[in-house]
């Protein structure tokens, strides 16, 4: 496989990764009476300030800010969330494409090694950035519904991987 298109087939399956993970947090949020539809809930309907968002916008926050010596006014906050959410999730499939391109028969399970790559990198970086407590600060049942969200996101990256690979000859 070349370099170009493992790492195309590999934004691609961050792409689907992130959808299913999102999908699966969908359904959780459902089941705890959330009452947003999904394209309400996924796009972060009614986020319009700073100090309500999540680590995936206060991270494209300081991205954009700092980069471009800019202050972005409140209501970019649903719009920096989405962009930062998928472009994390496209772009660990990226890497993943990198990795898993390089291997000779590249396994779906790669992708379990992905989502948990992603999982433990969130509990090193965002407390660091401030965003997260320290991962010894969470409880189990916390940690574990964020792990197995984040297998689901690597299991369905590691699928689509495969699937969109050529095969070996």
Do not use: C
């Not at 961050?14 to 996924?42: C, F, H, I, N, P």
């Not at 320290?134 to 590691?158: F, N, R």
């Amino acid at each position: 496989m070349s370099p170009l298109g493992a790492v195309t087939r590999g934004l691609v399956a961050g792409a689907v990764g992130t959808a299913a993970m999102d999908l699966l947090m969908y359904s959780r949020y459902k089941r705890g009476g959330g009452e947003q539809g999904l394209v309400e809930w996924e796009s972060a309907a009614g986020l319009d300030d700073w100090d309500e968002a999540p680590a995936p916008a206060i991270v494209g926050q300081r991205a954009v800010e700092g980069v471009f010596k800019v202050k972005l006014a409140p209501h970019w906050a649903r719009a920096t969330n989405n962009v930062t959410h998928w472009v994390t999730g496209i772009l660990w499939g990226a890497q993943h494409g990198i990795v898993a391109g390089s291997a000779r028969a590249p396994r779906a399970w790669h992708g379990l090694v992905l989502g948990t790559a992603a999982w433990s990198s969130s509990y090193v970086v965002l407390p660091l950035a401030k965003l997260y407590q320290p991962v010894w600060e969470y409880d189990a049942k916390t940690l574990a519904k964020d792990y197995s969200a984040h297998l689901v996101y690597g299991a369905a990256a590691g699928l689509t991987f495969r699937m969109l690979a050529p095969k070996p000859t």
